[in-house]
């Protein structure tokens, strides 16, 4: 049911836990299971130096947020902004058609942390 990558990155999350000096949080709910997933940034020159996160949630949604971390770090934050849900999936290798529900938490969380970091830093 679940890809090699899903799996790698479920059994074995990249980036898991906090940044106490984060200057980036975003929170998301999923409204349909009530998973939660916070991710923190750490943005240093418009770039995504470093990324972790915290996810109540099911394997679906641990997978994404670790790859989604692995996505965004070098990244700049036009380029984080750009990252979709879509291409969060795509880069495990495909989620089962009921699980892709799972995978927006991933991506919005980390557009809320973007979102965050400017109010606080513009
Ligand atoms: Fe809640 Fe997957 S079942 S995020």
């Not at 409204?31 to 109540?56: Q, R, W, Y």
């Not at 949630?57 to 990244?75: Q, R």
């Not at 980390?110 to 606080?120: C, P, T, V």
């Amino acid at each position: 049911m679940y890809t090699d990558k899903v799996m790698d990155h479920f059994t074995n999350p990249r980036n898991v836990g906090e940044i106490e000096d984060a200057n980036g949080v975003g929170e998301v709910g999923n409204a349909s299971c009530g998973d939660i997933m916070k991710i923190f940034l750490k943005v240093e020159d418009n770039i995504i130096k470093d990324v972790k996160f915290k996810t109540f949630g099911c394997g679906a949604a641990i997978a994404t947020s670790s790859m989604v971390t692995e996505m965004a770090i070098g990244k700049t934050i036009d380029e984080a902004l750009a990252l979709s849900n879509q291409a969060v999936a795509e880069a495990l290798d495909g989620l089962p058609a009921q699980k892709m529900h799972c995978s927006n938490l991933a991506a919005d969380a980390l557009h809320e942390a973007i979102k965050n970091y400017r109010e606080h830093n513009s």
